[in-house]
């Protein structure tokens, strides 16, 4: 549980930081999105090396998508995705309809414009680990009720 903390604790601050030195002219605000992106792609691609290391390889685009959904997911965020989506022509779409990094924001509507530069590491976080596990992606992130996301 106190790992958790401080996960939620250090994105947070993350996200604050870039932002708040994007404010004092040191960067821009989208700048601060691809910073983000970058930080989770790293990290993604260095959970993958060592949650894969055991595993045997992945018969498919299906099996690590499901790989992703279950054993990734449930490892960073201590719960499974809610819904995964195919139209089998290799576009997914991964459903989380209690996000944690958005549940601390979620009281209102008014946060909604904000969700998106939360989300920026998590999109890095799947696009490295699907990276290390030779699938090249485009991920991105849709949120139109707090706390879940797509």
């Not at 576009?91 to 414009?113: H, P």
């Amino acid at each position: 549980m106190a790992d958790e903390a401080l996960f939620l604790l250090l994105h947070s601050e993350m996200v604050a930081g870039l932002y708040r030195a994007a404010e004092q002219g040191e960067g821009e605000n989208g700048r601060c999105t691809t910073k983000l992106e970058s930080m989770g792609f790293r990290v993604g691609q260095g959970l993958i090396e060592r949650f894969t290391r055991d595993t045997a390889r992945f018969k498919d685009e299906l099996d690590i998508m499901k790989f992703i959904c279950k054993d990734f997911w449930t490892t960073v965020f201590k719960k499974q995705i809610d819904n995964l989506r195919t139209n089998h022509q290799g576009i997914y779409v991964l459903q989380d309809n209690k996000f944690r990094l958005l549940t601390q924001m979620s009281a209102g509507k008014q946060y909604l414009e904000h969700a998106p530069k939360y989300l920026a590491f998590t999109c890095g976080l799947i696009r490295g680990g699907l990276s290390n596990l030779g699938i090249k992606s485009i991920v991105t992130a849709e949120v139109s009720s707090m706390p879940a996301c797509k």
